[in-house]
Structures are given as C-alpha cells and as structure tokens.
C-alpha cells in the first residue's frame, strides 16, 4: 500500500510500505514521520496517530492537516520521537499552528493500565508544556466487543473519562466524541467497522472528518 503524506505548501511524498506489522513498514513510516515533522510551518495542523490515523484522508478535514499517524504508535511513542535529537543535534520540535491527537487502543493498553504519569493526559499535557499552538483530543473510539475481545469498551470508558476531566473545559482544546454517532448501543456498529470491530469503515470516516473539522475550526485552528 501507498501512504500519501499530504504536507501543506509542499509536492505530495508518498512512502511505499509491505505488510502492516513489517519492520520495513515501520521504519519507513518513522523516516517519513521524522521528515515531515522537521519540515512543518506556523500553519500546519500536524495529526498524531495510529493505525486509525494513517488510514485516514486527512485533506478532508482542512488543506493544512498533515497525516503523521504511525501504525501501533502510542502518545508516548510520539513524546519520545519529537523531543529526541537526531545526529546534527537539533530536536525535531514544531511550532504549528495545532496539532490533532487521535487516541488510540494501544494508549488504552500500553499507557493508561500503568497509570499517572504514563497515561495519555499526561502526556498531552507535557506536550502542551513545550509545544505552541491549539489542541484537538480524538476520544479513543469504541470497539465491537464481538468482533474484538482484547480490550474492551469499559476500559476505553475509562481513559475517555480521564481525558475529558483534564482537558474538557480547558482554553485552547477542542474534544471529539463519536461513541454516541458511531457507537450508539455502545458497540461500534458493524458497518462502521472493516470487519475487524477497530478498524474504521469508509463510512465510519466519513462521519469522523467533519466531526474532527468542526472542533478544529472551534478553537480558530482551521477556517
């Protein structure tokens, strides 16, 4: 498959990559990552990822967004990749214009379970301790607990919880919410799903981009 890295201002880059959990897939898209994010402007709205995030279409959110999603990436990941040093020893820092952070199931797995100070709020907000810019938190999404037994809805309930008592009523973050559109019953419903009960549909996109467009264009960061 093909990644298109849809970098405002710049020619389109396009990473090819094997099978998902390939090593080669991997380090391909962590080279792309750190590319892209030594190359982002004051107007870029980087979104922060997993395999949820890759998959998406992110021009169809706003022109600026750029995909920096990593397939099994967690918050922490990204903490780490950002702030380190490569060899000519400047940090791969940005200062955009916002950035996007799409929760994930593997912050629910590897994060949440071992508690403060690991878990994605605070992450989140040691990021906003030293980078600049406007918030935009995706709540982690919830599973088909039929199709998808490893973690369950209760447990995602609970960092989504968390998230929203850190972050909810705080200036310059926007939430977004789908369980009650893509989830009802509080299952994610089969067709929002490409069969898996994690990964979403196309369908299941297309209710996501606008939700996560009007949330960044709350909080000024797109038009």
């Known amino acids: 498959m093909t990644t298109q890295d849809n970098l405002a ?3 389109a880059s396009s990473v090819t990559i094997s099978a998902e959990q390939d090593l080669n897939y991997l380090n391909g ?3 792309t990552f750190d590319r892209l994010q030594a190359q982002l402007r004051s107007t870029s709205v980087p979104m922060y990822g997993d395999s949820i995030t890759e998959g998406m279409d992110v021009s169809q959110i706003g022109p600026n967004v750029v995909n920096m999603g990593i397939n099994g990436s967690t918050m922490r990941d990204f903490l780490g990749r950002v702030n380190r040093k490569p060899a000519n020893g400047t940090p791969i820092v940005h200062h955009a214009a916002g950035a996007i952070f799409a929760l994930g199931l593997n912050d629910t797995q590897y994060e949440y379970q071992h508690g403060s100070p690991q878990n994605p709020p605070f992450l989140i907000d040691e990021i906003s301790g030293w980078m600049t810019g406007k918030w935009i938190i995706i709540k982690i999404l919830p599973v088909n607990e039929a199709l998808y037994s490893s973690v369950k809805n209760a447990d995602i309930d609970a960092v989504n919880t968390h998230m929203q008592a850190v972050f909810g009523n705080r200036p310059g973050f926007a939430i977004v919410d789908a369980k009650s559109v893509l989830a009802p019953n ?4 089969p067709q929002y799903s490409v069969g898996d009960g994690v990964h979403p549909s196309a369908a299941a996109y297309s209710q996501l981009y606008p939700m996560i467009q009007a949330a960044a264009a709350s909080i000024g960061v797109i038009s």
């Open 186 to 189: 509080g299952q994610l419903l």
């Open 29 to 31: 898209r962590e080279v």
């Open 9 to 11: 201002g710049t020619p």
